[in-house]
């Protein structure tokens, strides 16, 4: 395949996370207010509003930060996961690089955080089960260990509501209409005011469009490194939450709310970046791949059934990963711009815009733990140099072909189906385990059944828990 560069050009040293500076004054931007931030196991985004006056105070401590309580990623809503405990607390220390002004909430500026010990335990402050925390060790490794950074854009799709009880959308245009934009609708006010708020906040929107669903929109963030990327996106979401609400409409990410059209995804958007020097062509794909990016894609497809718990985390999240509606289907396997494929590789004949996008994460998922699990399956594919067993999916996608045509293929590993299999499929991975931490993965499965039991009660009638599911996504 010929090279054939297009595309704008994104690299590690070039993407700017647009928080603001140390110098920054914040009185001086009208910012009256700081949201202390953070996302536990269940995905919801939690904060603490602080007035700027104390949060100046809590920077001039050597370890500026809040109390919370160590129950913190055992809780669903008030439900405690059997193995944590209500005694004792965490210091949520402040990350001051990650303060950014809230587009969408004027004289407020949020900040995120890294969960701490109060005492060290054993010499170490930090905490293994902070999702920010274990993402950004992992990306430590990968830097130094493997000479490796990654760069992560998303894609997040949503439904614009005007009742959630019964659910009403704001219309039913399709697919790129641009009658889905009609000046001084509702709809179209929130898709302008969400721009100008992201603009403000200095994340990159590069786009916005009407998606297949009824009622349903899709904006593009631009790429950064993992951490920065994750925090964008639980911006973004606090952004169209916000904007939606602002104008008297309720913003949803739920997987799929009409089983005859479209769910709504989450999609990530990964490229791979050598720290020294530029990757070599991939023997095994010369024109294609470089050998890191043939052995990441190796490694998600030997692992991407083990952390979809991670990136489908709900239930009702399986309804939406199904074969024959462009959600990436329930085989691992890959292709080049092939919308039907788990594992798309975007731009396959330019390499300086090539990037795999993950099809296989929904609006529910917490980005830090689902960019934690894609992450590790391909750090573990460069790190044991796994062979690309999968060949690629060219028109037809894997649940057209015969199983003796996906055996051919190379096509042998199907997804979990239902979120109790994904759960296992994690347990029993020891790879990922290894790069995430096991009990990191512990922790998470028994607050993920938690979270499964809450979201969806055994007997409750249909009706009552997809309107619980709207007012909680």
Request: glycine fraction near 8%.
């Amino acid at each position: 395949m010929p090279t054939i560069d297009f595309g704008i050009k994104y690299t590690p040293s070039t993407v700017s996370a647009g928080t603001l500076s140390d110098t920054t004054p914040l009185e001086a931007l009208g910012i009256k207010s700081i949201r202390v931030q953070w996302v536990d196991f269940s995905g919801h985004i939690h904060g603490r509003i602080l007035t700027v006056s104390h949060f100046y105070k809590l920077l001039q401590l050597s370890r500026p930060g809040i109390n919370i309580t160590k129950a913190a990623f055992g809780l669903v809503f008030l439900n405690m996961t059997k193995g944590f405990f209500a005694a004792g607390e965490y210091l949520l220390t402040i990350d001051r690089s990650s303060l950014r002004l809230c587009g969408y909430a004027p004289g407020n500026a949020s900040v995120f955080g890294f969960f701490e010990e109060k005492e060290a335990i054993g010499g170490r402050l930090d905490v293994p089960l902070c999702p920010r925390t274990n993402l950004r060790r992992i990306l430590k490794y990968a830097e130094e260990e493997l000479n490796i950074k990654f760069l992560v854009g998303f894609e997040t799709e949503f439904i614009l509501l005007k009742s959630t009880n019964p659910i009403e959308v704001v219309n039913n245009y399709s697919w790129s209409r641009m009658a889905a934009f009609k000046t001084g609708t509702p709809e179209a006010k929130v898709l302008e005011e969400i721009a100008d708020a992201l603009a403000k906040s200095s994340i990159e929107l590069q786009m916005s469009h009407s998606e297949g669903a009824p009622g349903q929109y899709e904006v593009v963030t631009g790429p950064l490194s993992p951490l920065e990327a994750a925090d964008a996106l639980v911006h973004t979401r606090e952004t169209i939450y916000n904007i939606a609400s602002k104008h008297g409409l309720h913003a949803t990410l739920a997987p799929r709310l009409h089983l005859d059209s479209c769910g709504s995804g989450a999609h990530a958007h990964i490229s791979v970046h050598p720290t020294t020097g530029t990757s070599p062509p991939s023997q095994t794909h010369p024109s294609l791949l470089t050998t890191h990016e043939y052995h990441f894609l190796a490694g998600l497809m030997a692992h991407l059934p083990s952390v979809i718990a991670f990136t489908l985390p709900l239930p009702q999240s399986y309804a939406r990963m199904l074969d024959g509606i462009w959600a990436g289907g329930t085989w691992a396997c890959w292709g080049l711009d092939h919308r039907e494929v788990p594992v798309r590789i975007a731009n396959p004949s330019s390499p300086h815009t090539r990037n795999f996008e993950v099809k296989l994460v929904d609006g529910t998922a917490s980005p830090y733990l689902a960019l934690a699990g894609l992450l590790s399956a391909g750090i573990v594919g460069i790190r044991d140099r796994l062979a690309l067993e999968v060949e690629c999916c060219e028109e037809r996608a894997a649940a057209e072909m015969s199983a003796e045509e996906r055996a051919a293929k190379g096509i042998t590993k199907r997804f979990p189906l239902n979120v109790e299999s994904a759960r296992q499929y994690l347990l029993e991975d020891r790879k990922i385990g290894g790069v995430i931490g096991e009990d990191v993965v512990e922790k998470f499965v028994a607050v993920n059944k938690t979270l499964g039991r809450v979201m969806q009660p055994e007997g409750e009638d249909e009706a009552v828990t997809i309107a619980r599911l709207i007012e909680t996504y």
